[in-house]
């Protein structure tokens, strides 16, 4: 059996579908906001940005969205991305993963910091 290519789930592909989660960005505006919701500690360059989208594209946790019409010119262009009902699953699939982990380094006392 081939393996699967979000199985397990990369961490760039679950950040984009939660920087999908509010609502629909062009690539640029993933890139911005994973790096704002990972304080600066995930910063997804060009290639790792477009070939997780593409995977995610195919696997159809995200879709792209017919081109958006912007007050601004030169942004006609852009492909905005939107999370799917599925997409909506998996990260959520892959947020009770992790959760589950925390709870056993907690458990194993490994954590040092605040934590959810």
């Given amino acids: 059996m081939p393996k699967r290519k979000l199985d397990p789930l990369p961490s760039a592909a679950f950040q984009i579908l939660l920087a999908l989660t509010g609502d629909d960005l062009h690539g640029y505006g993933i890139m ?3 790096a704002e919701q990972t304080d600066g500690r995930m910063r997804l360059g060009p290639g790792t940005l477009y070939s997780s989208i593409q995977t995610l594209l195919e696997a159809g946790l995200i879709e ?31 947020a009770d993963r992790l959760a589950d982990l925390l709870r056993v380094a907690r458990a194993k006392k490994i954590l040092r910091g605040e934590y959810v």
């Fill in 32 to 34: 911005r906001e994973v």
């Fill in 64 to 94: 792209q969205l017919d081109q958006r019409e912007t007050a601004k010119s030169g942004q006609e262009r852009r492909r905005y991305y939107r999370l799917t009902a599925a997409g909506r699953k998996l990260a959520r699939s892959e």
